[in-house]
């Protein structure tokens, strides 16, 4: 059998066509070939023969029969019937494929197909004469028999695409297809009908439809050559097009963002969703929807930015390289969420862009603070006015990566109302279970979050839930010693405030002492976010002086930093002078740092009332209880002191509400100082929570609490057994200046305090 492959020939069966000798490569065709079999394979795509490949091919061929060859070398070819291939062999002599005969499904009244084919064809020869096409075409016409001889041969005029030529071969049903070639003759007429008048009358409103989808087509044609021509004035419609073909959308994406943009086509520019579809399809395009690309991770730079960027932070630091290694060796994104726990201006976000910059990534901050509506995460359905997607979308458009390293600030400020729950929408995002396909509801179809390296930061844990904080590794942030903070204000802060105020390197001296004296007097934080501010000030004001041209350089000691910053008005606690009866310094955790804190008590006259002072809150007032009972027990001596007398209990300062259980062992102290008149020396303070037993409970935020012992001169600090490995993250300095006693019983503070 013969092989013929054929790309934009339209061949049905029963109709007669002419080749010349040149089409049969294979062999020399003679007239010995009479009769002999073909097989015509349709392709999808214009190639040529040496490049053809089995993929090339439509499944559904067309057998026929040569039937003459004439003395000018012209081969007379008659289809037969469709056919069905299969095991299609391409070689460079042949092409080979297994045909099953696929008949027609003869659905068509003889009488119905005479009428439609009689009408067309007085149609065409009205058409031949108005067109002047000449009396060879009307004979042409005279000479068709059915439908299938009228597509084939006009199938070079039609204006339908290669493929809806395809599906005329491809059409089962008899009277299916006669019905898409009557449709696409009609069209036909009316394509060459616009273009040669302007207006023409209609008929019926049959033809109507045939005319607008004639110019529907004829437009789309013409305003693609524009759009060829002038790129930058491209439509909409094409535009959203060429973006939706070359995004790399999955399935699902392609098939919606498609459907958005045939409803654009309809509404036109003047229809009044026309906008909401615009945004909803120049959203989904400008997501990265193609797998980025691994980038080679180098550890010793990225150690190396996490230093330069980042001072102190040790622990914090080598957890990151972790992380960073793991992924390195599995190739792709992997690990836990990390959360970044610790007070403001400690580094928490800021290291996020060093993470991003160390794995070469698109970096972007979403801040969650204050959210209170699930949408606000997962988005709003397009069903509401002003839909917007949700932040976590957001943030993947603005980072223009499919990979990029996402800072969730402060978790711990979630809120929840009648809008929801967005602590539980954050669940599905930072499970890589299920982030994988991530359904922002403005979208409706799923993304993929699993490439993202997502890292949060929260001031504390005690407001996140439960669920959501199973899903992270918290890491804590510990605040900086007044030595790490004097270095990140020589190295970081100091240059970045020149360098935004224009001051030159040789204009300005700020003097160690100086730094020491802003970060002692001027600031009460555990980050730097305070220093910051204070450093920003002191340049802008000597950028005054400077443009003033009062001094060409300046030098900042540690007198003149009252003439920049003016009267500190910080102070910070220090220790008491004198020990005083029933009263002992404790040790708080704050949002911003540690603070001491001073517990007093006293006896007045009365008839054993308790009061309460300082706005304790209800734990620690729970403590205060605990600590009465306790001093009853270990001094039953003295338990008539709290008959005969009414007792008051006083946290300084009482206008800043204070809670929290580790004031359990400082209450039991200050009361026992109380009853039996000794004094605690001035040096000493105490953290630890207390329980009924007399045993000395763990308590957290034991780095920043004795990093602000060493700051109000305490030498030695009591604290649970049980936090005795949270030593190891404690500064070196802080240890040093400090004499930590780990006790498990009250009993033993009493002892080494009141003797």
Request: charged share 30%; hydrophobic share 40%; aromatic share 6%.
């Given at each position: 059998?013969?092989?013929i ?17 040149d ?22 795509e214009?190639?040529?023969r ?20 004439d003395?000018?070398?012209t ?10 291939l299969?095991?299609i062999e ?11 005969i ?45 439908f299938d ?18 599906e005329l ?11 898409k ?10 394509v060459?009908q ?8 209609q ?17 789309e044609f ?10 930058e004035?491209?439509?909409d419609?094409r ?17 919606e963002?498609?459907k958005?943009?045939?409803?654009m ?14 945004d909803y ?24 930015i996490?230093?330069?960027?980042h ?7 080598e957890r ?7 992924m ?16 403001p201006?400690?580094g928490?976000?800021s290291?996020?862009q ?10 972007v901050?979403?801040?969650l ?5 699930e ?16 932040r ?34 954050l ?9 994988s396909?991530f ?12 490439n ?9 844990i ?18 900086y ?7 990140i ?22 003097s160690?002492k100086?730094?020491?004296?802003i ?23 000597a950028?005054?002086q400077?443009?003033?041209g009062k ?31 029933g ?36 734990v ?7 600590a ?19 007792l ?25 100082s ?10 000493v ?21 004795l990093?602000a ?7 030695r ?11 190891e ?5 802080v ?10 019983k ?10």
């Amino acid at each position: 059998m013969i092989t013929i492959p054929v790309y934009d020939l339209l061949v049905l069966p029963g109709v007669s066509f002419y080749f010349k000798k040149d089409m049969f490569p294979a062999r020399k065709i003679t007239s010995e070939d009479i009769g002999e079999d073909v097989l015509f394979l349709v392709l999808k795509e214009e190639k040529d023969r040496k490049d053809l490949v089995p993929e090339d091919f439509y499944p559904i061929g067309v057998s026929a029969k040569i039937e003459s060859i004439d003395e000018e070398g012209t081969v007379r070819v008659t289809a037969k019937t469709r056919v069905s291939l299969s095991d299609i062999e391409v070689t460079e002599e042949s092409i080979t494929a297994e045909a099953s005969i696929l008949p027609d499904v003869d659905d068509l009244d003889e009488e119905e197909e005479k009428e439609h084919f009689a009408r067309i064809r007085e149609e065409l020869l009205d058409f031949t004469k108005n067109f002047n096409w000449g009396m060879w075409a009307r004979a042409m016409i005279l000479r068709w028999k059915n439908f299938d001889e009228v597509a084939c041969a006009l199938a070079g005029y039609l204006s339908i695409p290669w493929e809806e030529k395809y599906e005329l071969m491809e059409e089962n049903s008899r009277k299916a297809r006669m019905e898409k070639i009557e449709r696409a003759v009609y069209e036909l007429i009316a394509v060459y009908q616009v273009g040669e008048e302007a207006e023409t009358a209609q008929k019926d409103s049959n033809s109507q439809l045939y005319r607008e989808s004639a110019l529907k087509k004829q437009i789309e044609f013409l305003q693609k050559q524009l759009d060829e021509m002038h790129p930058e004035n491209i439509s909409d419609v094409r535009r959203f097009e060429t973006k939706i073909a070359e995004s790399g959308m999955n399935e699902e994406a392609k098939r919606e963002a498609e459907k958005v943009l045939n409803r654009m086509k309809q509404e036109g520019k003047d229809g009044h969703e026309y906008g909401m579809l615009y945004d909803y399809l120049d959203f989904v395009t400008s997501l990265s929807w193609k797998p980025e690309e691994m980038v080679p991770i180098d550890l010793d730079e990225a150690e190396q930015i996490l230093e330069e960027d980042h001072y102190g932070l040790k622990k914090v630091k080598e957890r990151i390289i972790q992380q960073i290694a793991v992924m390195a060796l599995n190739k792709k994104q992997s690990g836990s969420i990390l959360l970044f726990v610790g007070a403001p201006g400690t580094g928490k976000t800021s290291i996020g862009q060093s993470i991003a910059k160390a794995l070469h990534r698109s970096y972007v901050r979403i801040s969650l603070g204050g959210i209170r509506d699930e949408a606000e995460i997962r988005g709003h359905r397009r069903t509401y006015i002003g839909a917007m997607p949700g932040r976590i979308m957001e943030g993947m458009k603005r980072s223009g990566a499919s990979n990029p390293v996402m800072v969730l600030d402060e978790v711990d400020k979630l809120a929840k109302d009648y809008g929801g729950d967005p602590a539980s929408a954050l669940l599905e995002v930072l499970d890589p279970e299920q982030n994988s396909t991530f359904t922002d509801h403005y979208m409706n179809v799923p993304y993929d979050l699993s490439n993202v390296l997502f890292v949060c930061t929260a001031n504390t844990i005690d407001t996140i839930p439960e669920p959501l904080l199973n899903r992270m590794e918290v890491i804590q942030f510990p605040g900086y010693t007044a030595s790490e903070k004097e270095q990140i204000a020589k190295r970081h802060l100091l240059p970045r405030a020149m360098e935004s105020t224009g001051i030159q390197p040789k204009e300005l001296k700020v003097s160690d002492k100086a730094v020491a004296r802003i970060i002692s007097e001027y600031t009460a934080e555990a980050g730097v976010r305070g220093l910051k501010k204070q450093i920003d000030t002191l340049c802008r004001y000597a950028a005054v002086q400077l443009v003033r041209g009062k001094q060409k350089t300046i030098t900042v000691s540690a007198k003149r930093v009252p003439e920049f910053l003016g009267r500190n008005v910080l102070r910070h606690d220090r220790i008491m002078s004198t020990p005083q009866t029933g009263v002992v310094t404790g040790l708080a955790w704050t949002q911003a740092g540690g603070e001491i804190l001073f517990i007093e008590t006293a006896f007045t006259k009365g008839n054993g009332e308790i009061t309460i002072t300082g706005q304790l809150g209800d734990v620690m007032q729970e403590s205060a209880k605990i600590a009465i009972t306790l001093v009853k027990e270990l001094y039953p001596d003295k338990a008539e002191k709290f008959k005969e007398n009414s007792l008051h209990i006083h946290v300084p300062s009482g206008a800043v509400p204070k809670d929290g259980p580790s004031a359990g062992i400082t209450l039991v102290t200050a009361l026992s100082s109380l009853v039996t008149g000794k004094k605690v020396p001035v040096d000493v303070a105490m953290t630890g929570e207390v329980s009924l037993r007399g045993l000395v409970m763990p308590i957290g935020g034991l780095p920043e609490k004795l990093m602000a012992a060493v700051r109000a001169g305490v030498k030695r600090v009591f604290i649970p057994h049980d936090n005795v490995q949270d030593l190891e993250d404690v500064p070196v300095e802080v240890k040093e200046k400090l004499e930590i006693i780990p006790v498990k019983k009250v009993k033993e503070v009493l002892e080494q305090t009141l003797g």
